[in-house]
């Protein structure tokens, strides 16, 4: 029997959707399940220590989040919201400034023309160059637009003008502390319009005591985007079509996984890292350095090859993450784990609470 898009449907009550980070991060709480014996313990994340073991590795998705919503005006007075999305390219203009292409999506952008000016400052200009076409009904419309303005670097303007990309499922607007709270203490690397979540419970005390008990860190970057946020739309799960989203496997990564003891763990921390490494071996056979881009969807009953374990964040109802856990795990058992978190008051989504599947 398929399973439908309905099928991986819940009810969470409202209150239980987290909308601010708590004060430490690693005293959130940590559901752990073994997927072997289907056990549930409640713990908090500062007792992955006591699940780690020495030669286990850990790896850690350090994709940096940049400051991708922007307010721009019409010359009418009227607002329009830009959220970026991927970079096309960039280059010097004519005038002593910069211009880049993303791609991008819009709200109140209903009346404006392709080639219309949309002013963020008097040095920063935005030009709606043209609508994408959407191909299928999954998709969101998008736009190219052009970002004009004086300096050398982008992420630099956008760090002044823009703000934290914070999901819709958090209502409030964002604040200065954002800054830091939606963001890992090891991220690296700018290109994310959202955080790799699983990522928020580490502090760096904690990742020094991690490392002393003998794991090993490594590394990946692959930058989120609309393929690991987009809803899906249709009922029928295999009619949905992900967005590409690029991602690096560094030298030292492959090395450090190509030592692994046999006795030992490969632990994905996140959804992105798992699919990452997944797109990874599909096409080469085995995890290896590349530079590539993957839009793989996973979902039962996809069998993962990559990594042993996984630490996760909850996810939305009929989202394609709950999807892929679905498919690490067992949906039963998934969604056995999700009755219990919501019952035991567990605080959801970005700023909630995580579950470390174990085997």
Avoid: W
Avoid at 147 to 162: E, N, R
Avoid at 316 to 331: D, E, G, H, N, R
């Amino acid at each position: 029997m398929e399973l439908k898009t309905s099928d991986f449907d819940y009810y969470l009550p409202n209150e239980l959707i987290a909308q601010n980070p708590i004060q430490k991060r690693e005293n959130c709480k940590m559901l752990h399940l073994n997927k072997t014996t289907g056990v549930f313990e409640d713990k908090h994340f500062y007792d992955i220590l006591d699940y780690l073991n020495k030669d286990d590795i850990l790896v850690l998705n350090d994709t940096k989040v940049y400051k991708a919503r922007l307010n721009a005006k019409r010359k009418t007075g009227a607002n329009v919201e830009i959220f970026l999305l991927n970079p096309a390219s960039c280059a010097d203009s004519q005038s002593n400034s910069q211009e880049c292409y993303f791609e991008a999506l819009t709200k109140n952008a209903k009346h404006v023309k392709s080639g219309e000016i949309l002013d963020v400052t008097d040095d920063f200009k935005i030009e709606l160059v043209k609508r994408l076409d959407v191909n299928n009904i999954n998709e969101i419309p998008k736009y190219v637009v052009r970002l004009d303005f004086k300096g050398d670097d982008v992420y630099k303007v956008l760090d002044k003008y823009g703000s934290i990309p914070l999901p819709p499922y958090i209502t409030r607007k964002d604040n200065k502390d954002d800054v830091n709270n939606y963001q890992t203490v090891y991220a690296k690397n700018l290109g994310s319009v959202a955080c790799p979540t699983a990522g928020l419970h580490f502090s760096k005390e904690l990742l020094q005591k991690i490392k002393q008990k003998g794991v090993k860190i490594a590394y990946v970057t692959l930058n989120v985007g609309l393929g690991t946020f987009m809803p899906i739309k249709c009922d029928n799960i295999k009619d949905h079509t992900m967005h590409y989203e690029s991602f690096s496997i560094p030298f030292e990564t492959q090395k450090i996984i190509e030592e692994k003891p046999d006795n030992s763990s490969l632990i994905a921390v996140g959804t992105t890292v798992l699919r990452c490494l997944e797109a990874t071996i599909k096409k080469h056979g085995k995890i290896i350095a590349t530079n590539d881009s993957t839009n793989i969807f996973i979902y039962p009953p996809y069998e993962i090859k990559s990594v042993d374990k996984l630490i996760t964040n909850f996810h939305l109802p009929k989202s394609t993450l709950i999807m892929l856990v679905s498919a690490f795990a067992s949906k039963d058992l998934i969604f056995s784990a999700y009755n219990h978190a919501i019952e035991n008051k567990y605080r959801f989504f970005s700023y909630g609470d995580c579950m470390f599947i174990d085997k």
